[in-house]
Nanobody
């Protein structure tokens, strides 16, 4: 099982960025996949998640700005980020886990993690 994030970089405030989470060794559509982020000096937090059935969940801080989606043919999960803010600056991780329930933004339900990709938002 492997997850690899890509698409991070530098973007101006108000801009957009799309992160990709390439999954291998398992079918992403059979798992819950979440995006998490960790800013300097802060704890890692859940940002968005998609269940195996396609239900999505978002942190309040990114609701209406970020969109999570999955392409089963490419076995890839995306995080489209719009109207970005300096506080979105963080290392972004994707994670996968066999879980169904109400806590998709809780990192404890995920077993497999990618190495992360840096996102920086300039003001």
């Amino acid at each position: 099982v492997q997850l690899v994030e890509s698409g991070g970089g530098l973007v101006q405030a108000g801009g957009s960025l799309r992160l990709s989470c390439a999954c291998s060794g398992f079918r992403a559509g059979d798992f819950a996949v979440g995006w998490f982020r960790q800013a300097p000096g802060k704890e890692r937090e859940g940002v968005a998640a998609i269940s195996s059935s396609g239900d999505t969940d978002y942190a309040d801080s990114v609701k209406d700005r970020f969109t999570i989606s999955r392409d089963n043919a490419k076995n890839t999960v995306y995080l489209q980020m719009r109207s970005m803010k300096p506080e979105d600056r963080a290392v972004y991780y994707c994670a996968a886990g066999r879980y169904t329930g109400d806590y998709y933004l809780y990192e404890g339900v995920y077993r497999n993690w990618g190495p992360g990709t840096q996102v920086t938002v300039s003001s």
